[in-house]
């Protein structure tokens, strides 16, 4: 359907009084929304008397305040039982005191022990040099360097929970 001159006046009308190119395109009939929107823009229909708002309260009321809670009563903390299977702690690294090795980055072999001595930028730079028995270091040098994996703290359900209150 075209725009006929009583289209077009009855569009300049219902735009004036705010409904939208939607409420008008039905009233209209045979129009699509952006039909009636693009006819607005084309006849430069900026202006409107009231826009088409759906009708909402200005003023929510608050919400109720939460209840405050009561101070709670200062906890003692227990630390948690130890697991009576549980390995015994392992014994403390021991380091050893570095001295000068015995091979450079030129005389390095293959199943000599990699481990650096002394700071890489300064000529005194050494490598262990030991004969390498785990990967590529020596026993020593491998406590060292492979640590074991500890073991993960049990978390109890107090403990959970109390965790859980700090995000609610």
Request: net charge positive; with cysteine; aromatic share 6%.
């Amino acid at each position: 359907m075209g725009w006929t001159d009583e289209r077009v006046e009855l569009l300049k009308k219902l735009w004036q009084d705010g409904l939208s190119a939607s409420q008008i395109a039905k009233q209209l009939g045979g129009v699509t929304r952006n039909a009636v929107i693009g006819k607005v823009h084309r006849l430069g229909l900026s202006g409107r008397a009231a826009p088409s708002k759906p009708a909402r309260p200005v003023f929510k009321a608050p919400r109720p305040a939460r209840p405050a809670s009561a101070p709670a009563a200062p906890r003692r903390i227990v630390p948690p039982p130890l697991a009576t299977g549980a390995p015994p702690p392992h014994p403390p690294v021991r380091y050893l005191d570095e001295t000068p090795g015995a091979a450079t980055v030129l005389t390095l072999g293959a199943h000599m022990c990699k481990w650096p001595i002394g700071d890489p930028s300064s000529d005194d730079f050494t490598f262990c040099g030991r004969r390498a028995s785990v990967g590529p270091y020596c026993v020593e040098h491998a406590r060292v360097a492979y640590q074991p994996a500890q073991t993960k703290k049990r978390t109890s359900a107090n403990e959970l929970a109390r965790s859980l209150r700090r995000y609610i």
